[in-house]
C-alpha cells in the first residue's frame, strides 16, 4: 500500500514512484500505470522526457549534501540529481515500472544488457566476491564476458544440480538463464535459489519477462533483462536493467554513477511506453510461437523443436538441412539476431549470437550447429507459417517421418 505524503511533487525528483494506491493492482494494469501515478495530477498524460545532463542550483550545500548521500547509500537522490549519471526522471519512471512488473523493491537500468551485467559482476568483484558459478548456455555475449573474465571474475560452469557443490568462500554470484538463449532449457529456480544458500542468485528473465514468471518470487535476487528484448518490444531502443532490493539497487548506481554506463532518457521513455504492452504483446505472440512449435515438430524437415514448458515467444529448431539456406530463404521473417520485436526474427546461434563462444562449449551446452532460433512476433500465425515452410525447403528434403530426436513442444499456454 503506497500513500502520498504530499500534493507538492518535485517534478525535478528522480523518484516516479508518487502514486496514490488503494489496492494491489494486476500485471496489466500495472504495465499501464506504473511510472506514471503522478502525471494526471500534473495534468500530464503521456510522460516528460527530461533531457537534462545537469541540474542548476544556487544551493550549493544542499548538492554537497545529496551528493555525500549518494556516496554513502546509493540511494536515488532526493530532489533534483545535481548530474545526469546520478540519475534521470524519465529513466527512473521506467524503472519504478519494471520493479513494479518484476515484485521487487527497486530496478537500475544500464545502457544495455550487457552494461547491466557488467554492473552486477563490478559490484560483487569490489567486495572481494570474483567467482562467479554460472550454468550454460547463456547468451553468447554474457558467456564470453565470464570466461574472458574480461572484468576480473573467474568462473566455475556447472549444470543445476552442481551449483551447490561449485559454490567457494569468494564466490559473489550465481547466474542462470531460463529459458536460456539459444535452446529455451530451463531451471528450477526454487531449486537453484535454494542451493545457492546466502550468494546471490542472479536470474536472466529476458525471455519469459515478468508476464510469465517473476524469478524473485522463486528466490533469485538479482532479476536481469536485455530490456533490448521484449521490454522496449520494437526493436528501436538498446537497454538494460537488473530488478534487486534496494540495497542491491544502491550499489548499482554507485557502479553506475562511476562508470557511466547509463540510459539514454529518450530510451527510457520507449522502454516505460514499450512495457504498457508487455503483457498483450508476450501472450500474443507466445499463442502463436506455440502454434508454430507444434507444426514445426510434425514436420518432417525438422530434427528437433525446443519450446519452453512456460511457454513464450522464443521457439528453437534444428533442421535436418543446411540451416544456412533457411535462413537465406525466409522472406517475410526477418533473417536478423537480437529478439521480442514486433516482426519475427530468426538467426542461427552458431554463426551469431553465440558464435563467440567456443564451439565445444557451445556443443556441450547443447547448441547445435543445426539449431535455429526464432523469436516470434505479432504478424499472422499462417503468413508465418507459409514463410517457414517455403524457407525449409521441399518436404523431400528432410528425414522422412523418422520420430528419432524431435521432441514435442509442451502444449500451447
Ligand atoms: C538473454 C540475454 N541476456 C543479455 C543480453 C545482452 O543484452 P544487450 O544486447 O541489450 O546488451 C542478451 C542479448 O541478446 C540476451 O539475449
Redesign the pocket.
Known sequence: MFTLSSMDMDTTSTRADDGVRTAPRALATEAVHAGRDDLARQGLHAPPIDLSTTYPSYDSRGEAARIDAFATTGAEPDGPPVYGRLGNPTVARFETALARLEGTEAAVAFA??????SAVLLVRGSMGLRHVVAVRP?????DHLLTAGLLGSEVTWTDPAGVADALRPDTGLVIV?SP??PTLAEVDMRAVAHACGSVPLLV?N??ATPVLQRPAEHGARLV??????YLGGHGDV???VVACDEEFAGRLRQVRFATGGVLHPLAGYLLLRGLSTLPVRVRAASATAAELAHRLAADPRVARVHYPRIGGAMVAFEVYDDPHEVIAGVRLITPA???GSVDTLIQHPASI?HRIVDADDRKRAGVSDRLLRMSVGLEDVEDLWSDLDQALGRPDRGAGNCATGRSEPAPAH
Open positions: 544495455s544488457g550487457m552494461a547491466a551485467l547463456l547468451y553468447g555475449c554474457s538463464e536460456a538463449n536472466d529476458t525471455f536481469l533483462h536485455s530490456a533490448t528484448k538498446l537497454a538494460g539476431v537480437s529478439l549470437s
